[in-house]
């Protein structure tokens, strides 16, 4: 079955995401609903027809304008739509027409459909999440966590009615020129061990002997795991309650902007003029994680494969800002000139007079879920508990996305918790907590904890580039947030997943936890 058609299909549902992704991201800051009332003009108040809001095309046969007051329309929306359709279709791309993500080709399209469509949402809600922090530098809690809620809840669904989607595969030996790469002998050489091409990086660690192993697009949890996530999760919302109830005191509570609170937001479209930088890199990791995939037998060896999709992701940003200074080169428009600090747009905020000790309420109402992990682990682990969790597949994917939503939101909050008592002053936000909830419900914890690790590379090559090329893509040096480095580097991390996360060893076997 040729998987053309189905391309078509994701890019045009992809466009209608974005079209709707447009509406989150211009009334969720608001604090407006994004179901009601219907699209209209800002300015006339006119409600739109249907086929004023026809993505990408409806903005050009209008001539960028309204249809009923010649109120000009900003590009952005095109744009949104665009390029939402474009990451749809690359994902889909991805997923079923090469081998980097065979846990989506390997069952096929018809088992992996409603799985691939949760991480459709994802990325429609990074996507909606990016540009709202590049803007106002603020998530908005309601997108991880409607997300997070997706993947806890569809997701266990989905694997529980769709056995095909969890499938037992035979991972081949792993060979270089016909002879095989991991004979006994060779493994007791090989010092780091030799990188052996996986079905899945739920199959089997670098160095390990192949056999037998599971294969599932969605977060499953082995037993120690699955103990820990559950008690975890108990833990969670014994301090959810216990803060609702005023018994757990709220951290920053005198700081409105530390909680992403969506009222009188200044927008600061320094932010959103860099946003397009991000693309590079995402665009080639993608081709590194390709490369990989064809020449997977030894040829790339010299090279590990975190170097090769390293290397082209830098390579992809350069092309980006080539490709900016360009653009920027052809509009023959003055570079503006350094705004004052209290002239720019955006607003700074002030440290908290008091960051240690209101990270102590934070390390409190983290020590509840600690504490219930690790008692849940020691409680539950045993043959029963083993054999029954086999048998529930609806659990082990319950439990999968507990522990990455646990996992992925627990190291972005140990790291604000460590670098607030190092530093004196709030480390990161809370936003970005979320958002990597939300990442990790739905992709696993491997994704989650990788992707922290390698947005920090990403905002230390754009904050050269955005200090460099200031003056001719006129920037004015203000930083972007932290949370669209996180979204980019999740990206590229669900692209290159199984080189990445195979060579670093972040993997589970047929039977993790």
């Known amino acids: 079955m040729t998987l053309v058609p189905w391309l078509i299909f994701t890019l045009l549902i992809g466009a209608c995401v974005g079209s709707f992704l447009n509406v989150v991201i211009y009334r969720l800051p608001a604090g407006q609903s994004v179901v009601h009332p219907p699209s209209s003009c800002p300015r006339c108040g006119h409600r739109l027809a249907w086929y004023d809001n026809v993505p ?33 279709a690359g994902w889909f791309a991805v997923c079923y027409m090469t081998d980097l993500r065979p846990d989506f080709a390997g069952p096929g399209i018809g088992a992996t459909w409603p799985i691939f469509a949760v ?75 030799a990188y052996q091409r996986v079905a899945t990086v739920e199959a089997a660690i670098a160095g390990r002997e192949t056999g037998m192993q599971r294969l599932c697009a969605a977060p499953l949890a082995g ?11 108990l833990g969670w919302v014994i301090a959810l309650v216990l803060l609702k109830l005023r018994i757990l005191p709220l951290s920053f509570a005198d700081d409105p902007a530390a909680h992403d609170e969506p009222e009188q937001l200044a927008e600061h479209e320094e932010g959103i003029r860099q946003l397009p930088l991000l693309l590079g890199p995402i665009i080639g990791a993608a081709g590194g994680a390709l490369w990989l995939d064809r020449h997977w037998n030894g040829s790339w060896a010299r090279l590990s494969p975190v170097t090769t999709i390293g290397l082209c992701a830098l390579a992809g ?13 052809l509009t023959r428009r003055e570079p503006e000139t350094q705004a004052p600090a209290d002239e720019e747009d955006g607003v700074v905020f002030e440290p908290h ?16 879920p600690l504490a219930g992990a690790l008692g849940a682990w020691c409680i539950l682990r045993g043959p029963g508990w083993d054999e029954w969790l086999a048998g529930s597949p609806a659990v082990t994917s319950l439990t999968g996305s507990l522990a990455g939503l646990l996992l992925g939101a627990g190291t972005v909050w140990g790291v604000r918790i460590a670098g607030t008592l190092g ?3 709030e480390a990161m936000g809370l936003g970005d907590v979320h958002l990597m909830m939300a990442v990790g419900a739905v992709c696993g914890w491997p994704v989650a904890v990788l992707a922290f690790f390698v ?17 001719m893509l006129r920037f004015r040096g203000r930083q972007i947030p932290y949370g669209p480095h996180l979204a980019a580097a999740t990206l590229i991390v669900m692209i290159a997943r199984e080189p990445l996360l195979s060579y670093f060893g972040m993997l589970m076997s047929g039977n993790p936890g």
């Open 119 to 193: 991480n459709i949402a994802l990325l429609a809600g990074l996507i909606a999440a990016t540009v709202v922090d590049g803007r106002y530098f603020i998530i908005p809690l309601g997108i991880p966590w409607t997300l997070a809620a997706v993947g806890c809840i569809a997701l266990p669904i989905i694997v529980s009615a769709t056995p095909a989607a969890v499938g037992i595969v035979n991972l081949p030996p792993v060979t270089e020129r016909g002879v095989p790469l991991l004979t006994q002998e060779r493994m007791e050489r090989i010092d780091p061990p």
């Open 353 to 368: 007079p008091h960051a240690r000790r209101e990270i102590m309420k934070e390390i409190l109402f983290v020590s509840l």
């Open 455 to 471: 947005a920090p590379f990403i905002g230390l090559v754009h904050t050269f580039a955005a200090v460099g090329l200031g003056s």
């Open 423 to 425: 530093f004196g002053k």
């Open 223 to 233: 037993p120690g795991l699955a103990a820990a996530a559950l008690g975890g999760t």
């Open 317 to 329: 940003y350069v092309s980006a800002a080539a490709i900016m200074v360009g653009l920027t080169l």
């Open 56 to 88: 990408v095309l409806g903005w050009f046969w209008l001539r960028g304008k309204c249809r009923y007051c010649a109120n000009p329309i900003a590009f952005q929306y095109p744009l949104i739509e665009a390029m939402t359709a474009l990451i749809c």
